[in-house]
């Protein structure tokens, strides 16, 4: 098969899959989004005879948006724009796992200061804020007091992108150091990894600790129902444990694996790289 890859940047996750894919015979059609132009009349000739792209993006702007043009292109894309738009925004995360019935954070979106600080105040110190766009647990604050509370409403009301202006509010949920990761391909478990930290943070790109851990019936049955709730596709799963139960904070779209892949015994970039192939066969067979 032939694979188009869109990248910005080539980082070891990019690298493991480019390797697995040319292991095996199949043809990789590297597009770099920084150059690749996208009309709205007609497939440009980078994406002729492709059977399927996989979307790499860094930045969750270019991901929405080029998505949107590959489903266009009539083009079989990972992950469909959909999945993406989903993902990319907390605040329609949260809705979709909270309209499926997966369990999530207690969460509230507001539109001004005031609204928010009742928000907070009502959830009780500590809280989370966050935005509504972004990754690897930048700009995310941990409030302990109204003081606090003030202060960042007001930088992001003053200085913030219009999407700081809505506020995303959550429950602080007290998790035992750590929370898990699990790398699911249409809600099929790949392998999981528990991150770890003394900061409240355990995101593995800000230095957590991270190891391979069992996936228990339970956080399959929730990750099942947390890929179907946001469209499917190649996903990361993240679960805090609250004593003996669990609660999906985010599923994300374009997952990285390369931390996940050092510390199972799976071959992480493999098993993508067999759900692409089943993937492709399928829209043969249905063509």
Known sequence: MNV??????????????????RDRG?????????TERFGVHGRPETFEGLDIVVDRCLATSRSRYITRFVDAYDVPVVNDPETAAVCADKARNSLALAEA????????????????MESIEEFGYPCVLKPVI????????????RDAAEAILEHKE????YEHKVFYIQEFVEKPGRDIRVVATDG????????????WLTNA?????????EITEEMADLVERASEAVGGGLLGVDLMEMGDAYTVHEVNHTVEFKALNEVTEI????????????????????A
């Open 158 to 161: 003053t200085l913030g992108h």
């Open 205 to 213: 790109a800000r230095g957590a600790e991270t190891e391979s851990i």
């Open 4 to 21: 188009g890859v869109l990248y910005s940047r080539i980082r070891r996750d990019e690298k493991l899959l480019l390797s697995e894919l």
């Open 188 to 199: 099929e478990p790949i392998a999981a990894m528990a991150r770890s930290s003394e900061h």
């Open 134 to 145: 972004g990754s690897w647990g930048r700009l995310m604050a941990k409030i302990d007091s």
């Open 267 to 286: 071959d992480v970039p493999a098993a993508v790289v067999d759900w692409l192939e089943a993937r492709v066969r399928n829209v043969e067979v249905t």
């Open 26 to 34: 199949h043809e990789v059609t590297k597009i770099d989004v920084r």
């Open 101 to 116: 019935d997966v369990p999530t954070p207690a969460t509230e979106v507001t539109f001004t200061k005031e609204a928010a």
